[in-house]
């Protein structure tokens, strides 16, 4: 127990490592799957299945649509957004080379794709903005490597960057989310992709598959003779020799031979087989979407959605993905980044005011918010997603001021 509290997170011995994986392959797996890790996974998943790539554009393409908002917390209590500030100057430009969108893209990209998203965070030394963090920098996850100490309590040594010749950064440069990892001893989080392994290795292969399908069967029917009594062995290995040699291939799809005597046309359908890679192909589309929450309208593949089903899944696609996900990289802004600037009374939440598939649900939630009198204006406020007012009459039930109240309230103020 001793040995485990000074250092739990020792990595196992390579030699161990590749003896245990060739024992596994060699008697235990049958099946052989992608071997992920730091330095192939973006190869093998984002850059190689475009299947991946769509589902988590998908994802980082309606997170593009949202928006942040400084909020500002009053020591009543209330509420109020801040649309001048210099911290929201430093966002729109966090680093010479990249606006908000272009950093925040790819620092979910990388999230999503490997389970980490490393940031590296620079604050002047000295001057007015000591300490305040001023530039953010993506890192490519899979060339990042964490140092481990042997101390339980602060495990982390050191950041490594492999492409800048093992650069070494402290710990408290680098902003480093990951998902969760129930392998207490590693300090990476785990990809969403790792549990699918095999689903992606059969999806990969399906598609292998049907581009030979294609390349080697070309041809969609042929024609025959009626009434021929057939042919010898050397005519036939002619004609099969003509066939290979001119209609099959990509570039030959749909051609088809022209035979003497009378003819019929043969029309030659999918095998069994080959139908089967469609369907094959289509579950394990969806199976990965799944892995995300992605609807599966928005893989194409429902040639019965309408447009109230898009819409649905739209609306489906902010609440179980795009919000979640920038959400939980603001949060991490605003922990690793706001609290440097000195003002715990900011925070940033995200705005989906620019999201047409979520007004339509702010317009019946208006139609029933008009209704509810027995509300406070404020009550009303927190439901739309607004700042609350900082006025005595706010907090009093609508109809009073509607019905009883007597004197000036704050309907007559703000009219």
Same mark, same amino acid.
């Given at each position: 127990?001793? #040995?485990?509290?000074?250092?739990?997170?020792?990595?196992?011995p390579a030699k161990d490592v590749a003896f245990a994986r060739a024992f596994y392959k060699l008697f235990g797996n049958a099946y052989k799957t992608a071997d992920f890790n730091n330095e192939d996974i973006i190869e093998k998943t984002y850059n190689f299945n475009d299947t991946i790539y769509r589902t988590v554009t998908l994802i980082t393409g309606a997170i593009s649509q949202l928006d942040y908002k400084? +909020?500002?917390?009053?020591?009543?209590?209330?509420?109020?957004?801040?649309?001048?500030?210099?911290?929201?100057?430093?966002?729109?430009?966090?680093?010479?080379?990249?606006?908000?969108?272009?950093?925040?893209?790819?620092? +979910?990209?990388?999230?999503?794709?490997? /389970?980490?998203?490393?940031?590296?965070?620079?604050?002047?030394?000295?001057?007015?903005?000591? /300490?305040?963090?001023?530039?953010?920098?993506?890192?490519?996850?899979?060339?990042?490597?964490?140092?481990?100490?042997?101390? =339980?309590?602060?495990?982390?040594?050191? =950041?490594?960057?492999?492409?800048?010749?093992?650069?070494?950064?402290?710990?408290?440069?680098? %902003?480093?989310?990951?998902?969760?990892?129930?392998?207490?001893?590693? &300090?990476? /989080? %785990?990809?969403?992709?790792?549990?699918?392994?095999? &689903?992606?290795?059969?999806?990969?292969?399906?598609?292998?598959?049907?581009?030979?399908?294609?390349?080697?069967?070309?041809?969609?029917?042929?024609?025959?003779?009626?009434?021929?009594?057939?042919?010898?062995?050397?005519?036939?290995?002619?004609?099969?020799?003509?066939?290979?040699?001119?209609?099959?291939?990509?570039?030959?799809?749909?051609?088809?031979?022209?035979?003497?005597?009378? &003819?019929?046309?043969?029309?030659?359908?999918?095998? /069994?087989?080959?139908?089967?890679?469609?369907?094959?192909?289509?579950?394990?589309? $969806?199976?990965?979407?799944?892995?995300?929450?992605?609807?599966?309208?928005?893989?194409?593949?429902?040639?019965?959605?309408? =447009?109230?089903?898009?819409?649905?899944?739209?609306?489906?696609?902010?609440?179980?993905?795009?919000?979640?996900?920038?959400?939980?990289?603001?949060?991490? +802004?605003?922990?690793?980044?706001?609290?440097?600037?000195?003002?715990?009374?900011? !925070?940033?939440?995200?705005?989906?005011?620019?999201?047409?598939? $979520?007004? #339509?649900?702010?317009?019946?939630?208006?139609?029933?918010? !008009?209704?509810?009198?027995?509300?406070?204006?404020? #009550?009303?406020?927190?439901?739309?997603?607004?700042?609350?007012?900082?006025?005595?009459d706010a907090d009093v039930p609508r109809y009073i001021l509607e019905k009883t109240f007597s004197g000036k309230t704050l309907r007559d103020e703000t009219l």
């Open positions: 127990m001793l #040995q485990f509290l000074k250092n739990p997170f020792k990595k196992t400084l +909020i500002k917390t009053n020591e009543d209590g209330n509420k109020e957004e801040i649309y001048v500030h210099p911290f929201l100057d430093f966002l729109k430009q966090p680093n010479q080379h990249q606006n908000f969108w272009d950093y925040a893209n790819i620092e +979910i990209l990388y999230y999503l794709i490997t /389970g980490n998203a490393f940031t590296y965070k620079i604050a002047p030394e000295t001057g007015v903005n000591a /300490g305040k963090v001023m530039q953010l920098h993506n890192f490519p996850s899979q060339l990042v490597n964490i140092v481990q100490s042997d101390n =339980y309590f602060s495990p982390i040594l050191r =950041y490594e960057i492999q492409y800048l010749n093992e650069m070494a950064i402290e710990p408290n440069s680098i %902003m480093h989310r990951k998902t969760p990892q129930l392998d207490y001893k590693s &300090l990476y /989080g %785990m990809s969403p992709l790792e549990p699918a392994k095999r &689903l992606i290795t059969t999806n990969n292969s399906v598609r292998t598959a049907s581009g030979k399908i294609l390349q080697n069967g070309g041809m969609s029917g042929v024609l025959v003779a009626k009434d021929s009594q057939g042919l010898d062995q050397a005519s036939l290995e002619d004609v099969a020799k003509n066939l290979r040699a001119n209609f099959t291939g990509e570039n030959e799809w749909g051609k088809f031979p022209m035979l003497s005597e009378a &003819l019929e046309w043969v029309q030659i359908g999918m095998k /069994g087989a080959d139908m089967q890679l469609v369907e094959i192909d289509k579950n394990t589309e $969806l199976k990965i979407a799944g892995l995300y929450n992605v609807p599966s309208v928005l893989m194409a593949y429902d040639e019965n959605s309408t =447009y109230n089903n898009i819409t649905e899944a739209r609306k489906q696609l902010y609440t179980n993905c795009a919000i979640p996900n920038f959400r939980n990289f603001l949060k991490s +802004i605003e922990k690793e980044v706001l609290s440097t600037w000195g003002d715990s009374s900011l !925070s940033l939440e995200v705005d989906t005011r620019n999201v047409p598939e $979520l007004q #339509q649900d702010k317009k019946a939630l208006a139609e029933a918010l !008009s209704k509810a009198d027995w509300l406070s204006i404020n #009550q009303q406020l927190t439901a739309w997603g607004e700042s609350d007012y900082s006025h005595p």
